[in-house]
Every structure is written in structure tokens, then in C-alpha cells.
């Protein structure tokens, strides 16, 4: 009987660039491009997310959660290590303009009738991203950041440090004990 995760042997036939050890991806996930997706080690992706990548490669760290529903959408988006990212979030390296003076991606509708807004998306170690949050081109999210549900991202947010609403504000500090907890951790793992 198989189960709701990809076996070893089929993990290798997605075409991943590159996976380590302790992946589990769900057999309801979609995954577009996945010759420029790599995917670190102790990684769960669950149902229904969407992954696509282009020719710039869509890196996932160790340690990482994509809850249900989650899309990673575009190319060059790079995500740290200990990061959780809840159900329904959705990020985006590219995005269409919607002030009416262009027309939406769509198939059939040629490249100079479109506006497209390109930009990379890094987020580092130890981020939480809450439930419905959407992340928008070009922001950068530094380590130890929590980002709380239902957010907008449209700009970088700063290392230890929580962020939410629409647009996503700095409300107060995050405390670091993760980084002790993570060495603990690593220390644990490799006796």
C-alpha cells in the first residue's frame, strides 16, 4: 500500500536538481520546473502545494514545513533553514500589474501586452510565516522573524523581529532562543 508521501525510488523521479535525506512530499503536491528545484534535508511538503521554478532555482533549506495549500510561485526563491511555513501561504517571485494598463498572464496573450513584476524572494533561518500570508517580489526576510497570519509582505523584514498585517509592519521583538535550541539540536544529531 502506498503512502500519502513519495517513496525514495519515486522521489527520484520527480527530477529534482537535488534532495537530501528525510524528505517527505506528498503525492497531492504539484511541482513545475523540478529540475531547478532543490530540496534540503528533514523537509515535509504537504497536500496541495504548488512549487513551480524557472531557469533561476528554487532552493529549500533543512529543517523546512510547507503546510497545505502552500505555493511557491516563480524563480529564485530561496528559503533558509528552521523555517515553518503554514497552510495557504503564498509566495511569489512574480507577479502581474494590476493598475489596468496591461493585460494578465495568461495563455495566448503575448509578452509586450503584459506587465510583469520580477524579483527575488530570500528568506532566512528560523522564520515562521502564519496561515493566508502572501509574500510579493523583491522583500527579503531576514533570520529569527515570525510573520503573523493573514499578512501582506511588500518589504524586507528585519532579523529578530515580528511583522504583521496589510501591509506587514514591525509590531515587536522576537526572542532568539532558537539559536541555542538549533545547537542542541545539530550537536544531538551528529553524536
Do not use: W
Amino acid at each position: 500500500m502506498k503512502t500519502s508521501f513519495y517513496e525514495k525510488d519515486e522521489l527520484r523521479q520527480l527530477g529534482l536538481h537535488s534532495y537530501g535525506e528525510n524528505v517527505l512530499i506528498s503525492r497531492l503536491c504539484s511541482i513545475y520546473g523540478a529540475e531547478n528545484i532543490s530540496i534540503g534535508s528533514n523537509v515535509r511538503i504537504d497536500d496541495f502545494c504548488v512549487i513551480t521554478s524557472g531557469p533561476q532555482k528554487t532552493i529549500i533549506g533543512n529543517y523546512v514545513h510547507l503546510g497545505p495549500q502552500t505555493t511557491l510561485m516563480g524563480e529564485d526563491i530561496r528559503i533558509g533553514n528552521f523555517v515553518g511555513i503554514s497552510t495557504k501561504v503564498s509566495i511569489f517571485s512574480i507577479n502581474d500589474d494590476f493598475s489596468g494598463n496591461s493585460l494578465s498572464i495568461c495563455i495566448g496573450v503575448p509578452d509586450n501586452l503584459r506587465k510583469v513584476r520580477r524579483g527575488k524572494i530570500r528568506i532566512g533561518n528560523h522564520v515562521q510565516i502564519g496561515a493566508n500570508t502572501v509574500i510579493l517580489p523583491d522583500v527579503f526576510i531576514s533570520n529569527v522573524v515570525s510573520i503573523g497570519a493573514i499578512s501582506l509582505v511588500t518589504q524586507n523584514c528585519d532579523s529578530y523581529s515580528i511583522y504583521a498585517g496589510i501591509p506587514a509592519k514591525r509590531i515587536k521583538e522576537k526572542f532568539s532562543k532558537c539559536l541555542s535550541l538549533e545547537k542542541q539540536l545539530l550537536e544531538k544529531v551528529s553524536e
